[in-house]
T-cell receptor, first 112, second 114 residues
Framework: AQKITQTQPGMFVQEKEAVTLDCTYDTSDQSYGLFWYKQPSSGEMIFLIYQGSYDEQNATEGRYSLNFQKARKSANLVISASQLGDSAMYFCAMARLGQFYFGTGTSLTVIP | DSGVTQTPKHLITATGQRVTLRCSPRSGDLSVYWYQQSLDQGLQFLIHYYNGEERAKGNILERFSAQQFPDLHSELNLSSLELGDSALYFC?????????????FGPGTRLTVL
């Protein structure tokens, strides 16, 4: 069963605009963690942001924020003021009970 | 630079062969995780070691094995290689080994099986 779902295979955004990348997850556990990673064309995986299931506030890290809606089991990534260097694959991931699940990713292209 | 190192960067080998991938975690991190990223399977969690002991297993084939040494570096051994094992293999590390720890990824080893 798919634990992490990213429904947007590809997204385009104009430079300096904000963009939301969708992520929904499936778990009945109370304790879990949600992550977003960026993978540029060079291949490395770069940690962006983390949200714990018990965190009441949405996580923010600079231009990245995580829109966490627990009841809807969604953890969308919002990138504000997009830059050309944001063009990359973005992966949503969940950690629960020692297991780690990644979504299929969203390819983001920032248009100048 | 995440602080996690992986060697080699690229590896080309033939079917039926055995290879060893090496990972050194960030300084102070006790946990090492291995992942396989392929075009058809996406990013798959393979195995997690914490301070030398296996902590959790994911979708790791029986032909694959791993270990973490006393100096905390880890090796992933892949044997009886098949064409489908061609993939990017990532190692990640974290501090405490809790499921909710942030994992920092190495640059990966790209394995090509011919």
């Amino acid at each position: 069963a798919q634990k992490i779902t990213q429904t947007q295979p590809g997204m385009f955004v104009q430079e300096k605009e904000a963009v939301t990348l969708d992520c929904t997850y499936d778990t009945s556990d109370q304790s879990y963690g949600l992550f977003w990673y960026k993978q540029p064309s060079s291949g490395e995986m770069i940690f962006l942001i983390y949200q714990g299931s018990y965190d009441e506030q949405n996580a923010t890290e600079g231009r990245y924020s995580l829109n966490f809606q627990k009841a809807r089991k969604s953890a969308n990534l919002v990138i504000s003021a997009s830059q050309l260097g944001d063009s990359a694959m973005y992966f949503c991931a969940m950690a629960r009970l020692g297991q780690f699940y990644f979504g299929t990713g969203t390819s983001l292209t920032v248009i100048p | 630079d995440s602080g996690v190192t992986q060697t080699p960067k690229h590896l080309i080998t033939a079917t039926g062969q055995r290879v060893t991938l090496r990972c050194s975690p960030r300084s102070g991190d006790l946990s090492v995780y291995w992942y396989q990223q392929s075009l058809d399977q996406g990013l798959q969690f393979l195995i997690h070691y914490y301070n030398g002991e296996e902590r959790a297993k994911g979708n790791i084939l029986e032909r694959f094995s791993a270990q973490q040494f006393p100096d905390l570096h880890s090796e992933l051994n892949l044997s009886s290689l098949e064409l489908g094992d061609s993939a990017l293999y990532f190692c990640a590390s974290s501090g405490r080994g809790a499921s909710t720890d942030t994992q920092y990824f190495g640059p990966g080893t790209r394995l090509t099986v011919l």
